[in-house]
């Protein structure tokens, strides 16, 4: 393996550089924003173009969270189906959420039309592979309510699945057209180039030590000077610390591993041919891409173990030799894991912390595009907007029972499930 061990191949690919610069000083800002990820930067692009001035801060690199390290499905909607998230939030909010998300990769896409962002995108939709026939019962439910409102989703008989895959592993799968795949650090980077061309400043390697408020304004310390503002985005996501109280506590944290091969030329043209990016229906699911230069990227729950020739590549390899017997020996290139933020519900959630404190936190492994409509959405409401308008009910802090007794029995379980798939 090439490379430092953990440093993404969408890191070390991305076209588009880390326009970040380092903090030195106090600041005073309408917007102060934690967190240089999908719904950070969405924020600042959106608020700096409605004429606020607005200060990033990013605690490592642009993207070093999950924006940077995530498998760059750019999927519509939810893990839940549209009937279910209706039936959580209720009818009127629930349709509304399921519109605004089922249009949210037209949006990012159109981003990265207007600004140029080299982010390796591709238009050709993904697939939800049938992993069994009960994994294919779930599927024809979805499609038939994806279908009875309008969305350009059908399902693939096993044959179809099989051509569009080059694999005969799957019962059948789902495609949604509506999607696609991108390189998931390029965007980042792109977003903060963006935002910074409107205005933001962008500052990295800046870890914030505390909030404190002093009565409408908000005081954002950091060891190399603060910042003023009056509303403050906490979007750290998966990533959030002890920095507000009980923010930890909302989620558990699930690590999500990827292995790369290197680039393997006519090989691969019968994988994905169209290219379109695949995850599973398996309750420990995998995901599958093919990337411009013809590497396989294939990926699962569960953190990375071991180096070159470790258990995360053994597992890797074997997958691969299962679902594409002719493929023979592949070599790895790049390997690692990023984190995600579950919750009980499966769905985002957006809580008001304090008087002009947000935080968008949640995304259940659905970050790209629900983490650029909400960061537009919390612009919008920085910018003079109602909480009725955004696409969730606000909340306060809700924690989830036992996180860190959950995040260790997941850990155990996705450890045993790359031994036991990669004999």
């Not at 549209?82 to 939030?89: F, K, M, S, T, Y």
């Not at 009960?134 to 399902?155: H, N, T």
């Not at 002093?214 to 310390?221: K, P, Q, S």
């Amino acid at each position: 393996m090439t490379g430092e061990p953990g440093i993404s191949l969408w890191d070390a690919t991305a076209r588009e550089v880390d326009p970040g610069s380092p903090l030195d000083g106090d600041v005073k800002a309408d917007v102060a924003v934690v967190g240089g990820g999908y719904t950070g930067l969405s924020t600042a692009l959106h608020a700096a173009q409605r004429g606020l001035s607005v200060c990033v801060l990013e605690a490592r690199q642009i993207g070093h969270g999950g924006s940077g390290r995530n498998v760059g499905l750019l999927n519509a909607g939810l893990w839940l189906p549209p009937q279910d998230v209706r039936a959580r939030l209720g009818e009127r909010l629930g349709a509304r959420l399921v519109d605004i998300l089922g249009d949210a990769p037209a949006y990012v896409m159109s981003l990265i039309e207007r600004h140029q962002i080299r982010c390796e995108l591709t238009r050709s939709g993904t697939i939800h592979a049938a992993h069994s026939p009960k994994g294919l019962r779930d599927l024809e439910r979805r499609v038939s309510e994806w279908e009875r409102l309008g969305a350009p989703v059908r399902l693939l008989s096993g044959d179809e699945a099989s051509r569009l895959i080059g694999s005969d592993a799957f019962f059948g799968g789902l495609l949604d057209a509506r999607a696609g795949t991108l390189n998931p650090m390029g965007y980042v980077r792109g977003l903060a180039r963006a935002a910074k061309a409107a205005g933001a400043r962008i500052h990295t390697g800046v870890e914030v030590s505390a909030l404190r408020r002093n009565g409408t304004e908000w005081t954002v310390e950091t060891g190399h000077g603060n910042v003023s503002a009056s509303k403050v985005v906490l979007a750290t996501n998966a990533y959030s610390g002890h920095l507000w109280p009980g923010l930890k506590a909302t989620f558990v944290p699930i690590d999500f591993f990827q292995v790369a091969t290197r680039p393997l030329g006519p090989r691969v043209a019968g994988i994905l041919p169209e290219r379109q990016g695949l995850w599973d229906t398996g309750t420990i699911m995998f995901s599958l891409r093919r990337d411009a230069e013809n590497r396989l990227i294939i990926g699962s729950m569960g953190s990375l173990i071991g180096g070159a020739g470790g258990l995360s590549e053994r597992w890797a390899a074997r997958q691969l030799s299962r679902l594409f017997p002719s493929l023979g020996p592949v070599e790895f290139e790049r390997a690692w894991h990023g984190r995600i933020a579950m919750n009980t519900e499966h769905m985002p959630r957006i809580h008001r912390l304090d008087q002009g404190l947000y935080t968008p936190i949640g995304y259940n492994g659905r970050g790209i595009a629900p983490g650029t409509v909400f960061g537009k959405a919390i612009a919008d409401l920085i910018a003079g907007g109602d909480e009725a308008d955004l696409p969730m009910p606000v909340t306060g802090v809700k924690r989830e029972r036992m996180p860190g007794l959950k995040a260790g029995f997941y850990r155990a379980v996705f450890s045993a499930n790359q031994v036991i798939r990669s004999i």
